[in-house]
């Protein structure tokens, strides 16, 4: 009999569950207090501005104030929730630590951490530098998100639950799915040797994360751009030419704002709520007929 009545108990709970299935209500992330690294430019930028525009509260960081300044100004224009901008240099533990600790001052809970900062380097095979080439690489692209995520575990498990958990996205690359260093968008003779496998060590941690966080109410999950125009793609295509990499995307096109910030919403939306560990690839499917094209494409 109690396993009839539990059974009952369960589909009444579904029916309820199921009489709210609006788009307004699935994607919703109306006064959310979400913080973006990274967020002065690019990828940052565009993720920031779907949140803005969508009535969370945004918070962007990265290095640059002027830059920052640009941006807060630009993303208000479309914003219907609060944009801010905190300075920060996340390529250390005492920056990361410098961050959260400024944020802290501002608030006291965290719905959504986007761990956007990254950079990357080109240089010889046979002469790549250790410092600028492969320790700053990691520390920016990896380790940021290690002590970003720890350092504010608290704010984020704070008044989560399953139904609505916290969420941590985490921005990798294509790149760390194709191990081709050497593209047109490097230049001659130059590879991002350090670049792909740091984003591939952002696939790991982010499973790593999920399966740590997944029990505290926390989601993680990676975002995995392809070629979306930037400072950081600028070169290549300038010297490459666009045209080269349009005709390889079988979409026809580079990826856009919308694309960007509409995967994000949904990573951070009660649509996901049930997704966790998830490496998601967007990159129009130029993967299928470009190896090696789509490095170092993000920011």
Same mark, same amino acid.
């Given at each position: 009999?109690?396993?009839?009545?539990?059974?009952?108990?369960?589909?009444?709970?579904?029916?309820?569950?199921?009489?709210?299935?609006?788009?307004?209500?699935?994607? +919703?992330?109306?006064?959310?207090?979400?913080?973006?690294?990274?967020?002065?430019?690019?990828?940052?930028?565009?993720? =920031?501005?779907?949140?803005?525009?969508?009535?969370?509260?945004?918070?962007?960081?990265?290095?640059?104030?002027?830059?920052?300044?640009?941006?807060? @100004?630009?993303?208000?224009?479309? @914003?219907?929730?609060?944009?801010?901008?905190?300075?920060?240099?996340?390529?250390?533990?005492?920056?990361?630590?410098?961050?959260?600790?400024?944020?802290?001052?501002?608030?006291?809970?965290?719905?959504?951490?986007?761990? +956007?900062?990254?950079?990357?380097?080109?240089?010889?095979?046979?002469?790549?530098?250790?410092?600028?080439?492969?320790?700053?690489?990691? +520390?920016?692209?990896?380790?940021?998100?290690?002590?970003?995520?720890?350092?504010?575990?608290?704010?984020?498990?704070?008044?989560?639950? +399953? &139904?609505?958990? =916290?969420?941590?996205?985490?921005?990798?690359?294509?790149?760390? &799915?194709?191990?081709?260093?050497?593209?047109?968008?490097?230049?001659?003779?130059?590879?991002?040797?350090?670049?792909?496998?740091?984003? @591939?060590?952002?696939?790991?941690?982010?499973?790593?994360?999920?399966?740590?966080?997944?029990?505290?109410?926390?989601?993680?999950?990676?975002?995995?751009?392809?070629?979306?125009?930037?400072?950081?793609?600028?070169?290549?295509?300038?010297?490459?030419?666009?045209?080269?990499?349009?005709?390889?995307?079988?979409?026809?096109?580079?990826?856009?704002?919308?694309?960007?910030?509409?995967?994000?919403?949904?990573?951070?939306?009660?649509?996901?709520?049930? &997704?966790?560990?998830?490496?998601?690839?967007?990159?129009?499917?130029?993967?299928?007929?470009?190896?090696?094209?789509? @490095?170092?494409?993000?920011?």
């Amino acid at each position: 009999m109690a396993s009839g009545i539990q059974a009952l108990d369960f589909r009444a709970q579904t029916l309820t569950f199921f009489l709210d299935l609006k788009i307004s209500s699935l994607f +919703n992330v109306k006064g959310k207090t979400v913080l973006v690294t990274g967020g002065g430019s690019g990828i940052g930028k565009m993720i =920031a501005a779907g949140f803005a525009q969508n009535g969370a509260n945004v918070y962007i960081a990265a290095r640059k104030e002027k830059q920052l300044q640009e941006a807060a @100004a630009d993303i208000k224009k479309g @914003a219907t929730g609060n944009v801010n901008y905190i300075v920060a240099n996340v390529s250390s533990k005492a920056g990361c630590d410098a961050l959260i600790q400024e944020f802290r001052k501002r608030e006291s809970k965290l719905h959504v951490l986007v761990n +956007n900062s990254g950079v990357t380097w080109g240089g010889p095979y046979d002469d790549f530098p250790e410092e600028k080439g492969w320790d700053n690489i990691f +520390n920016v692209n990896v380790k940021s998100i290690f002590y970003m995520t720890a350092g504010l575990t608290d704010l984020l498990t704070k008044d989560a639950n +399953n &139904v609505d958990p =916290a969420r941590v996205i985490n921005i990798s690359s294509t790149s760390s &799915v194709d191990p081709a260093c050497e593209s047109p968008l490097s230049d001659a003779g130059n590879g991002t040797w350090s670049y792909q496998p740091s984003k @591939a060590a952002v696939n790991h941690l982010t499973s790593a994360l999920a399966l740590k966080l997944g029990p505290h109410h926390v989601t993680v999950n990676a975002i995995l751009p392809g070629l979306f125009p930037s400072k950081m793609t600028a070169f290549g295509l300038r010297t490459a030419g666009e045209e080269i990499f349009e005709s390889v995307q079988p979409t026809g096109r580079f990826g856009r704002p919308e694309d960007m910030a509409g995967l994000a919403l949904f990573l951070a939306s009660p649509a996901s709520a049930h &997704v966790t560990g998830t490496h998601t690839i967007i990159d129009g499917g130029a993967r299928y007929n470009s190896p090696g094209i789509t @490095a170092s494409t993000k920011l």
